[in-house]
């Protein structure tokens, strides 16, 4: 899995680019947590290139949301396929995130 990082303004955008899973989800959300650290809670998440996730992909983003949370902010995610969707649907976690059409808007969001 490569992951992308880039800044809109102040906003930091990741966007990891390839199915999220097994250990591909540990190093996703290692970054993650380094990058969040780093942009002062002006992280937003593409997800536009994962085409599918198991459950370690999806708890990575429950931790990240998680950590988020602690400092009263929500996770962002921008450009939700219809899979992904799907999944958070039927895991009723879609209300867990903040999801927005594309990356423009999510990092609007921020001002």
């Given amino acids: 899995m490569q992951i992308h990082e880039q800044k809109h303004g102040a906003v930091t955008v990741l966007t990891p680019e390839g199915p999220l899973i097994q250990d591909d989800a540990d190093a996703f959300r290692q970054r993650a ?18 085409p599918f996730m198991d459950s370690r992909g999806l708890e990575t983003f429950l931790d990240l949301s998680d950590h988020i949370g602690q400092s009263g902010n929500v996770l ?26 594309d990356v423009n808007t999510a990092v609007r969001s921020f001002l």
């Fill in 33 to 50: 947590m380094t990058l969040y650290a780093k942009s002062l809670g002006r992280f937003v998440v593409d997800v536009s290139k994962i």
């Fill in 76 to 101: 962002k995610l921008a450009s939700v396929n219809k899979t992904i969707r799907e999944v958070l649907s039927l895991t009723e976690l879609d209300h867990a995130f903040e999801q927005f059409e």
